[in-house]
């Protein structure tokens, strides 16, 4: 099973994230993120097997934090703007990564400790790419503001049309 942990996004902010996303130059190579599919990644966790599951389910039990604020804003690019792959906008919060290294720190017997870089996946960029406008238009944007009252455990199902996600199980803030 390939997992992942992750932070819903509210409707309104897939939106305006996705307005924004309509702009991306219409070339070869790069694939828009559909809104539905737009999360936070916390924690990749890779492939797990079944048997793993209940373990790693118990230790994501143990996680307690209190429901904190998120603001998006920004767009950037993954690694860099002459090598771009990833089109993101930015998540901006301290306890959004506070609550990525609780995941690290309780995840590090069994998964490799992962850096954190807040943000929501746009697109991906398979062909070289120059987004400089674009980024100088987009850089400041906000996106909206939302609560995160709960993280989730997440399924990433590959397949010929893309992957396709299932909520294995949701954690709430205390």
Not at 46 to 52: C, Y
Not at 64 to 83: D, E, I, L, T
Not at 167 to 174: E, I
Request: glycine fraction near 10%; include cysteine.
């Amino acid at each position: 099973m390939r997992l992942f942990i992750a932070v819903d996004v509210p409707p309104e902010v897939k939106r305006a994230v996705g307005r924004a996303q309509k702009e991306l130059p219409e070339k070869g190579g790069l694939k828009r993120v559909e809104l539905p599919m737009m999360h936070i990644t916390l924690k990749f966790l890779g492939e797990v097997s079944p048997r793993m599951l209940d373990r790693v389910d118990g230790v994501l039990r143990e996680i307690s934090f209190s429901p904190f604020r998120v603001k998006v804003r920004g767009v950037g690019v993954f690694p860099n703007k002459k090598y771009i792959r990833v089109v993101w906008a930015g998540c901006e919060g301290q306890e959004l990564a506070g609550l990525a290294g609780k995941m690290n720190e309780k995840l590090g017997g069994m998964f490799p400790e992962d850096t954190f870089s807040p943000h929501i996946t746009m697109a991906r960029v398979k062909r070289d790419l120059v987004l400089d406008d674009y980024l100088k238009k987009y850089g400041n944007e906000r996106f909206g503001e939302f609560s995160v009252r709960e993280f989730h455990l997440v399924e990433s199902v590959l397949g010929p049309g893309g992957a396709k996600y299932n909520t294995l199980a949701t954690y709430s803030g205390r």
